[in-house]
């Protein structure tokens, strides 16, 4: 099966660490851009745990977990053909903090810039006011990943920016019957919460399955609701330098 995966394509950038760019439920963004490789002079991203990164060698591997999975949903629905446009998925990798940087050894997620930031549905079953056609094709895809891995899982939090051919989506939240992708994985209850405030449009075929427990459990929120408790930052974020370099490991 072709993959739609939107890879770094380089090996080494540039993190401007001196503001954050966007926060995230347990991430700071920082703005970057690559230096070596095919992407040089473009712009990146590279997000940093908010609980410290150096310590949450676990927070990265789910994440690259949460994305793997969230590829497969997508490459599925290119595949079927549900749009007749494409969808990819941002595709970061952990790069680690090059030792003449401030940072030496702390580890970053790293991956390709997106303009036109929207964001479409959360994990609660959040969606815009308003309509387009981006928005209708978004919840179509949430429900979408619930019927083709068999009520196994719900691709939601969809978010990202509109391209001339086609969409290109990052930070994706997987929530699972076993409860197994990471604090944004609210299980069976996130599912039926989503479903509860979900609308099918003309995108969403009526054969597709719904959960039979429909209830909501959380209150609707625009951002990633977590299970866990927001930690205290354990190391301050004294690193005031711009312009550090990281690498791909
Ligand atoms: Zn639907």
Redesign the pocket.
């Known amino acids: 099966m072709a993959t739609f995966a939107r890879e770094n394509n380089a090996s080494k950038a540039e993190a401007y660490m001196d503001s954050v760019y966007a926060k995230g439920a347990f991430k700071n963004v920082y703005k970057g851009k690559y230096t070596e490789g095919e992407r040089t002079g473009k712009e990146c991203v590279c997000k940093i745990f908010i609980s410290g990164s150096v310590f949450e060698e676990s927070y990265f591997q789910v994440e690259l977990k949460v994305v793997a999975k969230a590829l497969e949903v997508v490459n599925s629905f290119n595949n079927d053909k549900i749009i007749d446009k494409k969808i990819w998925l941002n595709k970061p990798t952990i790069w680690t903090f090059t030792p003449c940087s401030g940072r030496k050894g702390e580890k970053t997620l790293v991956e390709p810039m997106i303009s036109n930031f929207e964001k479409f549905n959360s994990n609660t079953g959040w969606t815009p006011r308003e309509s387009s056609s981006w928005i209708d094709v978004m919840?179509?895809l949430?429900?979408?990943s619930y019927h083709s891995t068999n009520r196994r899982l719900l691709f939601c939090d969809l978010q990202g920016g509109v391209y001339k051919d086609g969409f290109i989506i990052t930070d994706p939240v997987i929530m699972s019957a076993t409860q197994e992708y990471g604090p944004t994985d609210l299980g069976a209850a996130g599912i039926s919460t989503f479903f509860a405030r979900?609308?099918?449009?003309k995108?969403?075929?009526s054969k597709?399955m719904?959960p039979h427990d429909k209830r909501v459990y959380f209150d609707v929120q625009k951002g990633s609701a977590m299970v866990l408790p927001t930690r205290q930052s354990r190391t301050p974020l004294t690193c005031q330098l711009a312009g550090l370099s990281i690498q791909e490991e």
């Open positions: 919840q179509a949430s429900h979408y979900h609308k099918c449009n995108y969403c075929h597709w719904i």
